[in-house]
T-cell receptor, first 112, second 112 residues
Framework: NAGVTQTPKFQVLKTGQSMTLQCAQD?????MYWYRQDPGMGLRLIYY???????DKGEVPNGYNVSRLNKREFSLRLESAAPSQTSVYFC???????????FGPGTRLTVT | GEDVEQSLFLSVREGDSSVINCTYT??????LYWYKQEPGAGLQLLTYIFSNMDMKQDQRLTVLLNKKDKHLSLRIADTQTGDSAIYFC????????????FGKGTSLLVTP
């Protein structure tokens, strides 16, 4: 039982490049989330998927797209990376009602 | 979005009690949480409280909730150097698929 896994752990991109951050959970959770964490800030919600087949925007969705590939996997795509997207990205999941939300270890992304 | 506010820093001596405070504005918050983040690590759920409770105790941790004033606190008894970390307050409700709305975090420093 690995919980929530994220790949890659670290990534450096040049401005304008694209990449996909992968997230998977093996806890049969319904809801999945993507957050970003910037220095001196709490985590901010980018996108979420309340259940398989649905996705919705969070607080800071601009520049990102998501795919809920199946119940286990929820990916985050940067189509044209910008330095403002330098951040640590966390994926999380929960069974329902978010009473216990499990976080992945994070992906540290630097855009130069 | 609704605000979650925390003081940014707290310094205590080893063995003393630490109290970290949080205020929130969303009266429809369902659950309130405390997460711990150590340097370079992901988020660890410490405890949570349902909005119809006013206190929860779990070993060295005591959570107090004043729903009227929208004030949440986390007390750590007998604080140890291993408790040095950033502590995030978060709230959730049925909006945004029960995603978490975080404060900016309180950096706790425990000195010997």
């Amino acid at each position: 039982n690995a919980g929530v896994t994220q790949t890659p752990k670290f990534q450096v991109l040049k401005t304008g490049q694209s990449m996909t951050l992968q997230c998977a959970q093996d806890m049969n959770h319904n809801s999945m989330y993507w957050y970003r964490q910037d220095p001196g800030m709490g985590l901010r919600l980018i996108y979420y998927s309340a259940s398989e087949g649905t996705t919705d925007k969070g607080e800071v969705p601009n520049g990102y797209n998501v795919s809920r590939l199946n119940k286990r996997e929820f990916s985050l795509r940067l189509e044209s990376a910008a330095p403002s997207q330098t951040s640590v990205y966390f994926c999380a999941s929960t069974y329902r009602f978010a009473y216990e939300q499990y976080f992945g270890p994070g992906t540290r992304l630097t855009v130069t | 979005g609704e605000d979650v506010e925390q003081s940014l820093f707290l310094s205590v001596r080893e063995g003393d009690s630490s109290v970290i405070n949080c205020t929130y504005t969303d009266s429809s918050s369902t659950y309130l949480y405390w997460y711990k983040q150590e340097p370079g690590a992901g988020l660890q759920l410490l405890t949570y409280i349902f909005s119809n409770m006013d206190m929860k105790q779990d070993q060295r941790l005591t959570v107090l909730l004043n729903k009227k004033d929208k004030h949440l606190s986390l007390r750590i008894a007998d604080t140890q150097t291993g408790d040095s970390a950033i502590y995030f307050c978060a709230e959730t409700n049925s909006n945004s698929g029960y995603a978490l709305n975080f404060g900016k975090g309180t950096s706790l420093l425990v000195t010997p």
